[in-house]
C-alpha cells in the first residue's frame, strides 16, 4: 500500500480522536468511549503502522537500528499500555499511537510529493517525446512509429514538428528550439551538417536529416537516465548522517528508559506519566528530518541543473566540487571553437597540400580535417600513400611515390633539416596563435601550414567568473607553447601547461592536485583519462561519448560559462545539504529534553502526539528547505575592478 493512502486511513481513524480530545473539556464524550478508541486505533496500527513494525524488525535482526525503530517501539508502547490501561480502569492513550503514526506519515507524504516535484523536470521531457516520424522508405516518406525508426534513416521535419531522433541535417536550413533539452532559450540556427537533437521542436522551416542515434541511445534518453541516477544515488556526507543514526537510535532508547525510571522510581510519577515522558522522548528524536535532509536537496538540485543542460551525475560530484582550487581546461573544442581552418601556407602551395592531404586524409583530428578542407578548396589532387603510421603526440609518416612524407609538429622535428628563414617563420606564425604543421619528405621541411582555432566568444567571460571566485585556471593542451600562451592571453587563463602528450595529461592534473583538488574540463578521446582522474570532471555536450561518460558533469550546450554555473549549483546543493543536516540534529537535542519533562515545573511538557506533530513539521522545513534550491540565484560573483 502506498504512503499517502495509509496516511490517509490513518488520518481518518484518527480524526474521532482529535474531536474526543477537543470536546472532552466541554463535557463531550464520543460514542463507545475507550472502546471505540481502542477499535480505531487497531485500524491505524493494522494497517498504518506495521510498516515500520515490520522494518524496525528487519533492522533489529541485522543489529542495526533505523528511523523507523523509534516510531515502532513509541507507537507500540502507547498501544500496548493504553490496553493494559483499559483492563485497569486508567486514563488510555490510544489516541498517541494513532497520532504519532498519522504525523510520521504526514512527514513522508511531503517526502513522496517533493521527489515527484523534483523528477517533474525529467518527466515532462519523456512526455514532450516525438511519437512518430515522417521516414523515407522505398522512395516516398511514410509516418512511422519511433519503435521502427533505425539509425540511417532520411527523416523529413515541417515547421512545427518535432524531431524525432538525434541526426545530421542533410538538406534545407531552419531554426530549432532546443530549450527543453539544453536549457537555451533563444533558437538556434540549423543548416546542411549540423546536428539535431530528438525531441526538439522544429521551428519555420523544412529539413531532412540522418538519423544517427535512436531509442535509448539520444541525447534525451542519456538526459533521463542519467538524472535518474543522480537523484537516486548519495553524497559521501549521508554515510556520516547512517552513521549518526546508528548511534543516535540507540542513545534515543537508553535516554527514554533513563527518562521513565527517573519519573517513576526517583520523583514518584504515576506509571502513565512516566511512560508518556519516555514515549514523547522517542517519538520527537526520530530522525526522520535527519534522513531527509541528503536526499531532498540532492534531487531538487540535480533536477534544476537539468533543466538549466547541465548534467551532474551522482552526490559524489557535488561533494568534491565544494572543496575545488583549481579548474584545468582543455584547449581544443573546449576553450576554442574546435573548427580550426589554414590560415598561411608557406612554401610551395600545391606541393605542400598535396603532400599534406595525402597523410592526413585518413585522420578524423581537428587540424587534418582543416587541411582536407583547405585542399578540397583548391581542387588539389591527393597522391597514393603507403606504410602509414600515426605517432602518437608528433603527427603521421607514410611513403609517398617511394619517399618517406611526414607532417606533424616541431616534436618530430629531431633528424630533420630546416633552414634558418623558415625557422623565423614558424616562431612568428605562433606568436599570432597559429598552429604550425611541417610538412616534408626524406627529413627535410618542404613547407609550413598554419593553423587558427580562435577561442569561443564565450570563454573569455567564463574565464573571468572562475577568477571572480578565487579559482585558479590552467590550460592543459598539446599544442605549442607560444600559440598556447597567445589563447591562454586572448581569454585570461592563468597558467599554461603545453606540449603535453595525450597519454601524459592525466599525470598533470594528479600533480596539480598536489595543491587542492581539481575540476578538469575538456570534450576528446584525449581528455578521458584526465576527466577520470581529477577530482570532478566536466565534460562539454560536444564531445565523445567516451568524454562524456569519464566525465562527473555534462554540459549539455557546450557553453563555457555553465562551467562557473555548475560549479556554482553544485556548491549551493552541497552547502544546503550541510544547512539541513544542522537544523535536523538541532531540532532532535533540543526537543529531547523538553519531551523528557526537564522543564515540567515551569508548564513545558510535549505530549507523544504533540511530538509525532513537531517532527513532522521538523522534515517539511527540511523539505521547503531543499525545494528553495529552485529559486537560488545562480550568478558569477562581481568582478573585482
Known amino acids: 500500500m502506498s504512503i499517502t493512502k495509509r496516511f490517509w486511513i490513518s488520518l481518518i481513524f484518527s480524526l474521532p480522536m482529535l474531536a474526543n480530545m477537543i470536546m472532552m473539556p466541554m463535557g463531550f464524550m464520543i460514542p463507545g468511549g475507550d472502546w471505540l478508541q481502542l477499535f480505531l486505533t487497531t485500524v491505524v496500527m493494522a494497517v498504518s503502522a506495521v510498516p515500520f513494525w515490520k522494518s524496525a524488525w528487519a533492522s533489529f535482526t541485522k543489529h542495526h537500528s533505523n528511523m523507523d525503530t523509534l516510531v515502532a517501539i513509541g507507537t507500540l508502547v502507547a498501544y500496548i499500555y493504553s490496553i493494559y490501561a483499559m483492563a485497569t480502569h486508567q486514563p488510555v492513550y490510544f489516541e498517541s499511537a494513532a497520532f504519532v503514526t498519522t504525523f510520521v506519515l504526514l512527514g513522508q507524504v511531503f517526502e513522496e510529493r517533493m521527489r515527484n516535484n523534483a523528477s517533474d523536470a525529467v518527466s515532462k521531457l519523456v512526455d514532450l517525446q516525438a511519437k512518430e516520424a515522417d521516414v523515407m522508405r522505398d522512395g516516398k516518406f511514410v509516418k512511422l512509429p519511433l519503435s521502427e525508426v533505425v539509425v540511417g534513416d532520411v527523416i523529413r521535419v515541417k515547421p512545427g514538428e518535432k524531431i524525432a531522433v538525434d541526426g545530421e541535417i542533410t538538406e534545407g536550413t531552419s531554426t530549432v528550439d532546443e530549450s527543453m533539452v539544453t536549457g537555451e532559450s533563444m533558437p538556434v540556427e540549423k543548416k546542411s551538417g549540423d546536428k539535431v537533437i530528438g525531441s526538439t521542436i522544429n521551428s519555420n522551416g523544412t529539413f531532412m536529416f540522418k538519423a544517427e542515434k535512436v531509442g535509448d541511445d539520444t541525447m534525451l534518453s542519456q ?35 533513563l527518562t521513565f525510571m527517573i519519573w517513576y522510581v526517583f520523583l514518584g510519577a504515576t506509571l502513565a506519566s512516566s ?39 551522482n552526490g559524489e560530484v557535488l561533494e568534491a566540487v565544494n572543496d575545488v582550487k583549481t579548474v584545468v581546461f582543455d584547449k581544443t573544442g573546449t576553450i576554442t571553437v574546435g573548427k580550426p581552418e589554414v590560415t598561411n601556407v608557406i612554401g610551395d602551395e600545391k606541393a605542400v597540400l598535396e603532400l599534406a592531404t595525402g597523410l592526413e586524409q585518413s585522420s578524423e583530428q581537428p587540424l587534418a580535417s582543416a587541411i582536407v578542407k583547405r585542399a578540397e578548396e583548391n581542387k588539389i589532387s591527393v597522391p597514393a600513400v603507403s606504410n602509414f603510421q600515426a605517432i602518437e603526440g608528433k603527427g603521421v609518416e607514410a611513403k609517398v611515390n617511394g619517399q618517406k612524407a611526414f607532417v606533424g609538429n616541431d616534436k618530430l622535428l629531431e633528424d630533420v633539416e630546416i633552414d634558418s628563414e623558415m625557422k623565423q617563420q614558424v616562431t612568428t606564425l605562433q606568436e599570432e596563435a597559429k598552429t604550425v604543421v611541417f610538412v616534408g619528405i626524406d627529413n627535410k621541411v618542404i613547407g609550413l601550414i598554419a593553423i587558427q582555432d580562435t577561442p569561443k566568444e564565450t570563454s573569455k567571460e567564463a574565464i573571468a567568473d572562475l577568477k571572480a571566485r578565487g579559482l585558479k585556471t590552467v590550460m592543459l593542451t598539446g599544442d605549442n607553447q607560444l600559440v598556447a600562451e597567445a589563447i591562454a592571453k586572448q581569454v585570461g587563463i592563468d597558467e599554461v601547461i603545453a606540449d603535453v602528450l595525450p597519454s601524459d595529461k592525466a599525470d598533470h592534473v594528479k600533480s596539480l592536485q598536489e ?34 561518460e569519464s566525465g562527473g558533469i555534462v554540459l549539455v550546450k557546450n557553453d563555457l560559462r555553465d562551467v562557473d554555473k555548475a560549479l556554482a549549483l553544485s556548491k549551493k546543493t552541497f552547502n544546503r545539504i550541510k544547512l539541513n543536516l544542522f537544523w535536523a540534529f538541532i531540532y532532535n537535542v533540543l526537543g529531547i529534553p523538553v519531551a523528557a519533562g526537564i522543564f515540567y515545573g515551569i508548564g513545558l511538557t510535549l505530549s507523544p502526539e504533540l511530538a509525532g506533530l513537531a517532527m513532522a513539521f521538523s522534515s517539511l522545513s527540511v523539505v521547503t528547505s531543499s525545494m528553495l534550491l529552485n529559486k537560488a540565484k545562480i550568478t558569477a560573483k562581481v568582478k573585482a575592478a
Open 515 to 548: 595543491s587542492g583538488k581539481v575540476a578538469f574540463v575538456g570534450d576528446g578521446i584525449n581528455d578521458a583519462p584526465a576527466l577520470t582522474v581529477a577530482d570532478v570532471g566536466i565534460a562539454m555536450g560536444s564531445g565523445t561519448d567516451i568524454a562524456i
Open 223 to 257: 538526459i533521463v537516465e542519467l538524472v535518474k541516477k543522480a537523484q537516486n544515488s548519495h553524497a559521501p556526507i549521508q554515510n556520516l548522517t547512517d552513521k549518526v543514526s546508528d548511534i543516535f537510535v540507540p542513545a534515543v532508547l537508553i535516554i527514554a528508559i
Open 275 to 313: 511512560l508518556i515522558f519516555a514515549v514523547a522522548v522517542v517519538v520527537i528524536a526520530c530522525p526522520c528530518a535527519l534522513g531527509l535532509a541528503t536526499p531532498t536537496a540532492l534531487m531538487v538540485g540535480t533536477g534544476r541543473s537539468a533543466k538549466m543542460g547541465i548534467l551532474i551525475k
